[in-house]
């Protein structure tokens, strides 16, 4: 298998570790939502919430593990097959290596703890948040601000920007796939929840993109360096295709915010069963669109940690 090809596959492994990733957060927030009031409907959702963050947590590991295979086996000029002595030696000798197997035992945390209930909501939240921010820590520490030193500015300004984008990602994916589908059927007395529910949604994630706006104009400015270097650089071009990415989203999430929310909401609250069913359709119509937009934005990540940035090679 030539260099090209793993390249390829090492950052397809990045994008899916990143969504991954992003879902067990999202699946996170949306059941502490959620369990605000219990029903047997809510009680229903929690369990597939729950099952998200298995899943997630499973495919992080998976997909990490093998971008990690990759890395090494690019790095030491071998086969896949042969990597094993420099996948022991990175992880021995090297920082990288260290900080990507303390993200695996965070994440580990997160899947014990998802697998030791079975009830609904989510239980043992904060210890799963707090592993979670750990992992985010560990990725930090793989990147280009771990170049400024251990613990620096640059790398908790890049952890604040990873979280950031994992709960407005997070969100928007869990939400368009696990929860709204089930919303068509929620029955009367949950409408109230579910309209807090909505609310929550957009105001998390309204904040995560003004967190997200001012940790990457200080990482990417940081990043590039110059104007210039965002047009001549690799680095720099694929910054830009992010930044227009997330113009895109943030552009669906404020009609969401603005123009549908506010129909969505009142409807929720009508007597009439029937009465949110298209406003419903129409705020989950934007919310899809929003996720794919989203989900490249992830890929776009994945590929600027892999580039090497301007005036390096």
Same mark, same amino acid.
């Given at each position: ?146 170049? $400024?030193?251990? =613990?620096?500015?640059?790398?908790? +300004?890049?952890?604040?920007? %990873?979280? !950031?984008?994992?709960?407005? @990602? ?24 579910n309209a807090a529910f909505v609310r929550s949604l957009s ?41 227009a990415l997330v113009a895109v989203a943030a552009v669906l ?30 705020? $989950?119509?934007? =919310?899809?669109?929003?996720?794919? +937009?989203?989900?490249?934005? %992830?890929? !776009?990540?994945?590929?600027? @940690? ?8």
């Amino acid at each position: 298998m030539n260099d090209g090809l793993l390249s390829v596959l090492r950052l397809a492994f990045v994008a899916l570790q990143n969504i991954s990733f992003t879902a067990v957060v999202g699946a996170l927030l949306c059941d502490a939502w959620l369990a605000r009031s219990t029903s047997r409907w809510q009680k229903r959702v929690s369990l597939h919430l729950l099952l998200t963050v298995r899943i997630g947590a499973l495919a992080t590991l998976l997909f990490s593990g093998m971008a990690f295979w990759i890395h090494c086996a690019l790095m030491s000029e071998s086969t896949l097959a042969d990597a094993g002595p420099a996948v022991l030696s990175m992880l021995k000798t090297t920082g990288f290596g260290r900080a990507s197997l303390a993200g695996a035992g965070f994440m580990l945390i997160v899947m014990m703890l998802s697998l030791a209930q079975s009830a609904s909501p989510i239980r043992f939240k904060a210890a799963i948040g707090l592993a979670l921010a750990g992992v985010a820590l560990s990725r930090s520490h793989t990147g280009h601000p771990v170049d $400024a030193g251990l =613990l620096s500015l640059p790398v908790w +300004v890049d952890w604040m920007h %990873l979280l !950031a984008i994992s709960i407005w @990602v997070g969100l928007v994916l869990v939400t368009t796939c696990v929860v709204l589908p089930r919303m068509f059927n929620a029955p009367g007395p949950d409408r109230d929840n579910n309209a807090a529910f909505v609310r929550s949604l957009s105001d998390a994630a309204t904040l995560a993109l003004v967190m997200l706006f001012v940790t990457g104009a200080y990482s990417g400015w940081r990043a590039v360096g110059t104007p210039g270097s965002l047009i001549t650089s690799e680095y720099g071009q694929v910054l830009l295709l992010k930044l227009a990415l997330v113009a895109v989203a943030a552009v669906l999430g404020g009609h969401n915010r603005f123009i549908e929310m506010p129909h969505l909401l009142v409807a929720l609250t009508d007597a009439e069963p029937e009465a949110a069913a298209r406003p419903l359709k129409r705020f $989950a119509a934007v =919310l899809r669109v929003e996720s794919v +937009v989203l989900a490249g934005v %992830l890929v !776009a990540a994945a590929v600027l @940690v892999s580039s090497p940035l301007p005036g390096t090679t």
